[in-house]
């Protein structure tokens, strides 16, 4: 049985932990200390990020306890569909890499910022405006 919960970081997410919101460091200090907490960031997030700020894909890269979310080839082609009607790049990532999988069967929940990008979507969201 499978207790870990996961947690994708959104690009909103990963620019506020950037920019010291105190929800977002709360939570990357939760996954450094709990066994059974993931943080996830989605590599097209960090993409979107990095362009938004200068220096956040590095600062990701080097938080161990923060894993990238790779595309592969289904990923790729879900993602391109979200971005075909009107979902931003990262934000698509982040939906497509919540959803339930072979290595998440019970999917993952957002960690964001800006909870109204997932407002019409059956995903589980943790606002870290709270």
Known sequence: MNNNKYYILDDPALLALGGGNRAASSLIV???????IKLLA?????????QMR???GIHVGALEMLDTVDLDFASTLAVSQLVRKGVPLGIAHARVAAAPS?????????????????????VRVLDLNA
């Open 30 to 36: 939760r996954g450094h200390r709990t066994q059974h």
């Open 42 to 50: 989605p590599a097209l997030c960090v993409l979107q990020a990095d």
């Open 54 to 56: 200068e220096g956040v």
């Open 102 to 122: 072979a290595y998440r069967p019970d999917g993952a929940t957002i960690a964001t910022v800006a909870p109204e990008n997932y407002a019409r979507v059956e």
